[in-house]
Nanobody, 123 residues
Framework: QVQLVESGGGLVQAGGSLRLSCAAS????????MGWFRQAPGKEREFVAA????????YYADSVKGRFTISRDNAKNTVYLQMNSLKPEDTAVYYC????????????????WGQGTQVTVSS
């Protein structure tokens, strides 16, 4: 069982930056691939970024490539999402998720989810 708690969301102006954190419980965090997803009002949840258990492989949605960076610190049981050059269309609730072993980009591959953190980008 893995419990995930996101933090770091907030209100920021367009062009600004935020760093989201996701703290995981359990002693086997390094066995899990981690992902970030987001859901805007009235829209389906979508993939944002993912990272392998070792941190050696990362994947990004085209909409955030070059602006967002996913990373992890297995010693701290934490995964991060650094978001730069934020746009109003990045406004959403951001969720972190965990799955065993291989990294994935599909929502239904993930077994554990956090409660989400709100990110609002004003124009």
């Amino acid at each position: 069982q893995v419990q995930l708690v996101e933090s770091g969301g907030g209100l920021v102006q367009a062009g600004g930056s935020l760093r989201l954190s996701c703290a995981a419980s359990g002693r086997t965090f390094s066995s899990y691939a981690m992902g970030w997803f987001r859901q805007a009002p009235g829209k389906e949840r979508e993939f944002v970024a993912a990272i392998s258990w070792s941190g050696g492989s990362t994947y990004y949605a085209d909409s955030v490539k070059g602006r967002f960076t996913i990373s992890r610190d297995n010693a701290k049981n934490t995964v991060y999402l650094q978001m730069n050059s934020l746009k109003p269309e990045d406004t959403a609730v951001y969720y972190c998720a965990a799955k065993l072993l291989r990294v994935g980009v599909e929502m239904d591959e993930y077994d554990y989810w956090g409660q989400g953190t709100q990110v609002t980008v004003s124009s």
